[in-house]
């Protein structure tokens, strides 16, 4: 039974970082004994609370299993604390959707090749697009003189930006953007700006 003794868990929270997702709260602080703590699931089409593979945990932390890997997939979830045969409230989340409020980080650059008028700038997604999606890169660069930002938009990895000054520093910053059939699409963080200077044709 719940007792009122035990204080439930507080800043229960699903924190999503390129789809890799966990449930966090804030430990529960009692004069004496161990506080365990379990989670349940349940997805918005079957209304019935199932175990994670969080029973009895002392984590204040519980990992998605691979069972909802499901980007689209309405969850919910709930954690208690128990401390021998007494458990406190259960404190349930919002409901979450991976699809929709995950962050996306930024891509990796992996190397940048100058000429005198373009830099060659190839990249890795933060993650693999799922079944029905795509992946978007909004590119924004300047010349490092200048506050006057340019944009381009790309699917591919592997782009050019063209129409450079030779011998001028021009800086860059690329977001994903994660494209799908249903939804309004999630844009993801910007990458810290990256600068190289043009060669001298």
Avoid at 44 to 72: H, V, Y
Avoid at 134 to 142: C, D, N, R
Avoid at 161 to 178: D, M, S
């Amino acid at each position: 039974e719940s007792s009122p003794h035990l204080p439930a868990p507080k800043d229960v929270m699903v924190h999503s970082y390129n789809f890799r997702s966990l449930l966090r709260w804030s430990p529960v602080k009692v004069d004496r004994g161990l506080v365990l703590y379990t989670v349940h699931f349940k997805t918005g089409a079957f209304n019935q609370w199932d175990e994670m593979n969080c029973t009895r945990i002392t984590q204040t932390e519980c990992r998605f299993p691979m069972s909802l890997k499901q980007r689209r997939w309405t969850v919910f979830l709930r954690v208690r604390a128990e401390l021998g045969q007494v458990t406190s409230d259960w404190v349930e989340t919002d409901p979450f959707v991976a699809e929709r409020n995950t962050t996306i980080g930024p891509p990796k650059v992996n190397n940048v090749t100058v000429s005198s008028d373009s830099l060659l700038i190839r990249v890795t997604p933060p993650f693999g697009p799922g079944t029905g999606e795509s992946l978007q890169y909004h590119v924004s660069y300047w010349e490092n003189a200048s506050t006057t930002k340019k944009e381009t938009t790309t699917k591919n990895t592997l782009f050019k930006i063209g129409n450079l000054k030779e011998a001028t520093l021009y800086c860059f910053r690329i977001q994903v953007e994660l494209m799908t059939y249903l939804d309004p699409q999630l844009l993801g963080l910007q990458s810290v700006p990256e600068c190289y200077r043009t060669k001298i044709s």
